[in-house]
């Protein structure tokens, strides 16, 4: 498995650096059949805590915990506003970012919420071997 298959250094945020970290904790994609088992993996997904058909889903404490941290990072990088810029980095995830605190989610809800797009996005660019193209977004997403 070589760094140049992969194009993860076309998405703003990931360098060459990170782009070798994710590949070196992620491994094999053949290891996860779809992007719900790397989440799982990865510590992203929540947790059923229950007995008796009564219970809550939970933050996840397991799973790979450096590739949650770089999970983490890169979604704090993606919904930044570059200093002395009030344009965020990645405006389509500082949207949907803005979308959650509006539905009332906490910061760090919000921040898993990314994560777990992230997660979706970077396990499609690996399994297709493709770059990350920024979408384009309505005027009224943009906060």
Same mark, same amino acid.
């Given at each position: 498995?070589?760094?140049?298959?992969?194009?993860?250094?076309?998405?703003?945020?990931?360098?060459?650096?990170?782009?070798?970290?994710?590949?070196?904790?992620?491994?094999?994609?053949?290891?996860?059949?779809?992007?719900?088992?790397?989440?799982?993996?990865?510590?992203?997904?929540?947790?059923?805590?229950?007995?008796?058909?009564?219970?809550?889903?939970?933050?996840?404490?397991?799973?790979?915990?450096?590739?949650?941290?770089?999970? !983490?990072?890169?979604?704090?990088?993606?919904?930044?506003?570059?200093?002395?810029?009030?344009?965020?980095?990645?405006?389509?995830?500082?949207? !949907?970012?803005?979308? &959650?605190?509006?539905?009332?989610?906490?910061?760090?809800?919000?921040?898993?919420?990314?994560?777990?797009?992230?997660?979706?996005?970077? !396990?499609?660019?690996?399994?297709?071997?493709?770059?990350?193209?920024?979408?384009?977004?309505?005027? &009224?997403?943009?906060?």
């Amino acid at each position: 498995m070589s760094l140049l298959n992969f194009q993860l250094d076309s998405m703003p945020g990931i360098d060459l650096v990170t782009a070798s970290a994710l590949i070196a904790e992620i491994g094999h994609l053949r290891r996860f059949p779809n992007a719900n088992k790397l989440a799982r993996f990865a510590g992203i997904a929540p947790v059923f805590f229950g007995s008796g058909g009564k219970g809550k889903e939970h933050k996840s404490k397991q799973g790979n915990r450096a590739l949650h941290a770089l999970f !983490y990072n890169l979604a704090v990088q993606q919904v930044q506003v570059a200093k002395g810029s009030k344009l965020p980095r990645n405006p389509v995830f500082h949207a !949907y970012y803005q979308k &959650k605190l509006k539905e009332g989610k906490t910061k760090g809800q919000a921040l898993v919420c990314i994560m777990r797009r992230l997660m979706n996005i970077i !396990y499609g660019m690996m399994k297709h071997k493709t770059a990350y193209e920024l979408p384009i977004i309505k005027e &009224k997403e943009v906060v």
